[in-house]
């Protein structure tokens, strides 16, 4: 799908993928409070996937 035609299809929807799917997934919450405290580093590993995990993990 060109670029154009993708933007065009995103465009009418941009404010509910931004604000309330992209925004709040972003947003540090309760359940992240929780899981900071009891294992920060599955919070990490929750934020940032498999990027880091065996430094994270070696340390």
């Not at 509910?16 to 990490?44: A, G, K, R, S």
Request: proline share 7%; glycine share 6%.
């Amino acid at each position: 799908i060109p670029k154009n035609s993708m933007y065009t299809l995103l465009q009418p929807h941009l404010d509910v993928l931004l604000f309330e799917i992209i925004f709040p997934l972003m947003c540090f919450n309760n359940d992240d409070q929780v899981l900071w405290d009891e294992d920060p580093h599955e919070y990490v590993r929750k934020g940032y996937g498999c990027v880091g995990c065996r430094a994270v993990r070696q340390h």
